[in-house]
Structures are given as C-alpha cells and as structure tokens.
C-alpha cells in the first residue's frame, strides 16, 4: 500500500466512511451471522464516532480505514462477551481481535479480496426473492452502500419512517426466515441475480430521475449504482447482463454533467454538448459493452446498453445511426414489451420515417392507461406535431402535458416548448 | 505569546443520528480547522479524553472516589487543544470557526500561566 505520509495530513479519500462503512457492516455480518446485522450496525457506526472524536485531536492515522476495521471489530467482540455469545464466532472473532494485524487489514490486496466478496454475498442477501421489492432497494443502500435511513428517504421522496419499516421487516425476515449469506446455485442463482440487477436498475433511475430528492444524495445513488454492478459484473457470479447493466449505466452517467445547463435548465438529449459528456465513464461502458457480448444470452439490458452505445458513439444527434437504432428498440418491444419503451420507439420512428409516422405509433398509445399521467406522452407528441406545423395542435398538447406532475425543470422546458408554439416571450408566464 | 488551552466540551449524543457520510463530512472540517493551527505553527499540543465520566478524587488522608464530574450534565470535555496566542482575543478568534461549534459544542478558552522565574 501506498505510504500516506506524503497525502495531506488533514485529507481523506471521498467517500471513505461511506464506503468502509458498507463494507464493516458486510464483513462483521459475515463473522456474526445474518442475525446480528444490527449489532454490526451498530459497532461500525460506534466506530465512525469514534474517528470523528479521535482524529481532530490526534490526526489522521497511517492507515484510516485499517483504525476503523480495527476498532469496530474489537466493539463486536465485547459485545459477544457481553452478550456471553460464546460460540465459535466469538472464538474465530477473538482470533482476528488479538492478532490485530496483516492479513486483516484493508490495504492487504488478500482482506481487500475478501472484502470484495463479503459485500457480494450481502448485496445477493439483501435481494433474497422472500424481502419485498422496496425493501430490497432500501436494505442494499443501508447495508452495503453505507447510506443512512434520513438519506435513503430523502433520495426516495418518503418519510424516515416508512424506510425504517421498511428496514426492520426487512431485517425480521432475514432473522426469522433464516436468510443466509450463502450464494445461491444453479437456477436459484440466476433469480437472485436477476432481482439484484433489478435492485441497482431501479436505484440508478432513482438517482437519475429528476423528479426525486435532494441533488447530491442523487448522484450518490447513480454512483453507488455502478459501482455495485461493477461489484457484480467482476465476481465470480458474473454473467453477460451484469456487463450489460454495467454498461448501460456507465453510459447513462456520462451524460448527467450535459444534462442540465449552466442556469440549472434541462437539456434534451438532441441539445445536449456532448463533449461535456465523461469520456472514462463512456470508456467503461464501451469496454462492459465488448464483454457483455460473449455468450449467446440477449437480456433487456443489452439492449438498452446498445441503445446507450449507439448514442454515446454518435457525433450529434442527426448523425446518429436511426435505423439500426429503431431495429435494436423492435428487439426490446419483442423480448420486454413496455408503454414506455414503445414511446420511445416512437420518437425513433419519427426520426427514421418522419413526424407523421411517429404520431401514428403515439395514437396506438393514447388509451395506454400506464401512460394517462405520464407528461412525456404529450410532450412528445406535442413536438411532432410541432414538425409538421401544427402549431395550434401542438400548443394544445404542450398545455395538456402541463397537466400533469413533472419537476420544475421538465415544467420550465415545456412551457418554454409552448411559447415557442404559442409565439409568446416565455417571460409572460 | 502565550499559551491557552482550548477545552471541548460537547454532548456526546450530537453526533450519534450523523451517517458515514456527514460523519467523514464533519470530520474533514475539524481537520482542516486542526490544519491550519499546525501551518500557522501555533498548535503546541492536543489529546482526546476518553468517553468514559471519569473519576473524582476528594478529601485528604483517605480520599473518597466518585464518578464524575460531569454526571448530571450532558455536555462533557472531550479533549483538548494548546495553542500559542498573543493574547485572549486572538484565542478567541481562533476558535470563531472550529467546526465543534457548529455541531452545538462550547469551547472554553483558558491562558495557561506561565511558569514564574522563566
């Protein structure tokens, strides 16, 4: 490990408590036994307040992240004596406390190694089939990501204590159902995967949706996202869809520096500057993209992620490649049907064949119930009727996707689409 | 110049509800606070006090020991830091933006005496 004597004394790697924190809490759960993931909460939690009162005064220690293993696995081992749990994780517990050192310490690549998996086999348990969906999501962030209940809620738009509920069911069911950190096999092992690519999935939206929650907690949750698909996409459990989300959100990520201008606006993805867009995360998604592609499994999410691909290689958007982007949305309508995937293809439809064709898909929507209070439908519509100088029509449509809940940004965008139809100074409203 | 010692006193709960991240936050601040002392070359020393109450001795002959002091308050010391200052206000001054007050802790400014006849 790099000696830290030459970092500034008073710095500390972004993230590190948060990072750590996961992986403690991974870590001592697996010394502990899934049954006592409070008490492993709780001692790692310990641990970071100890850090927080220690360090002003005495100064960063050599090895940060070393003190913080060190001094929250020694508050588990008292409280098994405490608790006279003596049994042979307290035994195997002593052993690591006493001997203190190397191998178990982070910075050894072989702990690093083992870290790696203990966060694995608790993402896997946190997204067991019997926890419920929303908790799956919650759990994970708690637990593995090192997020705390007041941020997952604030991210979620819900109250603290719905999450934390949330949470102690969660948690009941591990005790009660005796849910393991053993990996699953066979076909059990492909359903677990699937409902942990699912989870990240829907945490990454969360983050990248603008609707939800406080700015900075977002972008902690799309960077949390992908780093757990990583996490996945490089174990031993691996399979071409966790590259194929990997790559996805990689993708996805690099364009959020582009998608919002420098007064805080909204930019399509069409407007968007594109040299704005992260060149190494694009580069991650390229190289996820060349491995998702070994096997002969075609999951939604490589899909998607050639969809991703196909923007992120393109120039602009008039050179971008349409017709083999409207092929590539027929095989998602085919293998995962979805109103709005097939209002997206929509959009591509106008671009390939013309305005008109796209408003012909959109009216095989208009009774799309999932879509009566989506404000995308109208929007779209309302800009192609825009393209074949509808003006009155598309004006009526703008207003009617006004109707309905969107942020205050996607409110702005469209009012400023209306005007334009409207030729109105947007100013007056 | 002299020496004054700057006593923290907080309560302990302030920090409990942080999570990893406001924790590391919060944490970063007192360093970059602790960094500046040490640049200035005005930090003489520094050490936590352990969180346990403590003891308290009294009575000459057979002394009689007590837990304590700070047993019916919330707030307690929990360290430490000698500075060099020219004088009180400019000890205040420097303890105008330590972090610990910004998380409800008070700080307790005191000139250490210097010895007589040096």
Redesign the interface.
């Known amino acids: 490990m790099e000696p830290e004597s030459n970092a500034p004394a008073h710095e500390l790697v972004d993230h590190l408590f948060r990072s750590r924190a996961g992986q403690m809490v991974a870590y001592l759960t697996r010394l502990l036994g899934p049954e006592h993931l409070d008490t492993a909460e709780e001692v790692v939690q310990e641990a970071l307040l100890k850090a927080l009162q220690t360090w002003p005064y005495s100064g960063i220690p050599e090895n940060p992240a070393g003190w913080l293993f060190r001094v929250a696995r020694n508050a588990a081992f008292d409280v098994l004596k405490h608790e006279k749990l003596v049994c042979q994780k307290s035994v195997e517990l002593g052993i690591l406390v006493e001997s203190a050192g190397a191998p178990g310490l982070p910075g050894d690549p072989e702990f690093e190694e083992q870290l790696r998996d203990d966060e694995l086999r608790m993402l896997l348990m946190c997204c067991h089939p019997a926890i419920s969906r929303d908790a799956r999501l919650a759990l994970s962030l708690k637990t593995v990501g090192g997020f705390s209940t007041r941020e997952i809620a604030r991210a979620f738009l819900s109250e603290e204590a719905v999450i934390l509920q949330r949470l102690l069911r969660a948690k009941r069911q591990i005790r009660n159902d005796g849910i393991g950190l053993e990996l699953p096999r066979g076909e059990a092992l492909a359903q677990r995967l699937d409902s942990v690519l699912e989870a990240i999935y829907l945490m990454f939206n969360e983050g990248y949706a603008t609707h939800s929650g406080a700015e900075l907690t977002r972008q902690e949750l799309c960077g949390e996202a992908l780093r757990l698909a990583q996490l996945l996409a490089d174990s031993s459990v691996s399979t071409p869809a966790c590259h194929a989300l990997v790559a996805l959100l990689a993708f996805q990520a690099a364009r959020l520096p582009a998608r919002v201008d420098g007064r805080g606006e909204l930019v399509l993805l069409e407007d968007q500057d594109r040299d704005l867009w992260n060149r190494e995360l694009l580069a991650v998604g390229f190289l996820h993209m060349s491995l998702c592609a070994e096997g002969v499994e075609v999951s939604p999410f490589h899909l998607q992620a050639a969809i991703a691909a196909l923007h992120a290689s393109a120039e602009s958007d008039t050179e971008t490649d349409w017709v083999k982007m409207l092929d590539l949305y027929d095989q998602l309508m085919e293998i995962s049907p979805s109103p709005v995937v097939a209002l997206n293809r929509a959009v591509v439809v106008a671009k390939v064949k013309g305005a008109s064709e796209g408003l012909e898909e959109l009216r095989l929507l208009a009774d799309e119930r999932s879509l009566q209070n989506y404000y995308l439908l109208p929007a779209v519509e309302a800009s192609l009727l825009l393209q074949i100088g509808d003006k009155d029509g598309a004006a009526r449509v703008f207003r009617e996707a006004l109707r309905r809940p969107c942020s205050e940004p996607e409110k702005r965008l469209l009012i400023q689409r209306w005007a334009q139809c409207e030729l109105i100074a947007p100013c007056f409203y | 110049m002299a020496n004054y010692m700057l006593l923290l006193h907080s309560n302990p709960d302030a920090?409990?509800?942080?999570?990893?991240?406001?924790?590391?936050k919060?944490?970063?601040k007192?360093?970059?606070?602790?960094?500046r002392l040490?640049s200035q070359k005005i930090l003489v020393g520094?050490?936590?006090l352990k969180?346990d109450v403590g003891k308290v001795v009294r009575g000459a002959g057979k002394p009689r020991v007590t837990d304590g002091p700070y047993t019916e308050s919330k707030e307690v010391l929990?360290?430490?830091?000698t500075i060099e200052a020219s004088d009180y206000d400019a000890a205040v001054a420097l303890c105008g933006d330590c972090p610990h007050l910004e998380y409800g802790g008070t700080i307790e400014v005191r000139e250490v005496a210097p010895v007589p006849g040096v």
């Open positions: 920090y409990v509800k942080l999570s990893p991240e406001e924790a590391q919060a944490l970063q007192f360093l970059a606070w602790r960094e040490r520094s050490a936590r969180d929990g360290g430490y830091f």
